[in-house]
């Protein structure tokens, strides 16, 4: 019979127990929801997009890779500019120069249009995905 008097004893602590943590961890959640601190700032920094580079530095008719973020920006015509991934749809080798109309991808030559990133020539059947960019002045940020 005390077996009976501590087991029912123990139940109560532990929903206590629990109830407090459960307590706790929520006044935690709210308190982080509330907290006012520089990250916002941080953030309405970084939506303004990484800064490409200039205008100036793509022909008309042609383009540039960004590698390092996985970009390929072009000029189809004078002040419309275009931006593709840079990884090639046929078996995602790294596009490698633009030229002639055309972003070229050197492992199996696939060919994709810098109007629009479809395809000129496979064995690549789908377009490169477009990328968001936004053009200020003379300034080229990857949205």
Not at 22 to 50: K, P
Not at 84 to 101: I, R, W
């Amino acid at each position: 019979m005390t077996s009976t008097s501590l087991d029912s004893a123990a139940g109560p602590a532990r929903r206590i127990v629990i109830a407090a943590a459960g307590a706790a961890g929520l006044t935690v959640a709210l308190a982080s929801c509330g907290s006012e601190d520089d990250s916002t700032e941080n953030t309405s920094a970084d939506s303004a997009g990484t800064v490409l580079g200039k205008t100036s530095e793509i022909p008309e008719g042609g383009g540039r890779i960004y590698k390092e973020q996985g970009v390929v920006v072009t000029q189809p015509t004078a002040g419309t500019y275009r931006a593709f991934s840079s990884k090639c749809t046929h078996q995602g080798c790294a596009v490698t120069t633009v030229e002639n109309g055309a972003i070229a991808c050197p492992c199996h030559h696939s060919r994709f249009s810098v109007a629009d990133g479809s395809v000129q020539a496979g064995p690549a059947t789908r377009p490169l995905p477009a990328e968001r960019i936004t053009v200020s002045g003379d300034e080229i940020r990857l949205a």
